[in-house]
């Protein structure tokens, strides 16, 4: 697929978009909003700024904002998180999620962020993370943030993807 020539947003900037997409910023389209933050320069917050975010607790309306972004099932959205879906439910109303919950929500919409800035279109970014990718060794891209090493692979082959290696 062809890259955008638009102005590629520095890593840091990726972050903090990921950030503001669990904050449920522009929840009723979440894909033409992605799609068009993505294209406004920003400068980002520091990592240290991001970590204190996420530490503190991202809201559980995060969830329902990437179940409509992923066009994710609940059942399916409950297991990519290893949550049941009665938990899933309970998390949603929460004013801030753990740590942890926080930390995994962020892995994923940093992952969504990440790949809608590589493929410039959020319908296609968000199908190729879906799918099952061969040069992952068959894994479904998305499942793979559930690790550290997982999330690293999943960047790694974006930054492949990104420098015009096939995907």
Do not use: C
């Not at 899933?88 to 929460?94: H, K, P, S, V």
């Not at 998305?142 to 930054?159: K, P, R």
């Amino acid at each position: 697929m062809a890259r955008s020539t638009a102005k590629t947003p520095k890593p840091r900037n990726l972050n903090e978009v990921a950030l503001d997409l669990l904050r449920n910023r522009g929840a009723a389209h979440p894909r033409e909003w992605l799609e068009k933050r993505l294209a406004a320069a920003g400068t980002g917050m520091s990592g240290i700024e991001l970590h204190r975010q996420i530490e503190a607790g991202v809201p559980g309306k995060a969830i329902p904002n990437l179940l409509m972004l992923l066009d994710f099932s609940r059942e399916d959205f409950s297991e990519l998180l290893g949550r049941a879906r009665k938990t899933l439910n309970e998390l949603e109303r929460r004013e801030h999620l753990s740590r942890a919950d926080s930390d995994l929500l962020y892995r994923i919409a940093r992952a969504v962020v990440r790949a809608v800035n590589v493929f410039a279109k959020a319908d296609y970014a968000v199908e190729w993370l879906k799918e099952p990718n061969e040069a992952l060794g068959g894994a479904v891209p998305l499942s793979l943030v559930v690790t550290i090493e997982g999330d690293e692979v999943l960047h790694a082959e974006l930054g492949a993807v990104e420098h015009g290696l096939p995907v």
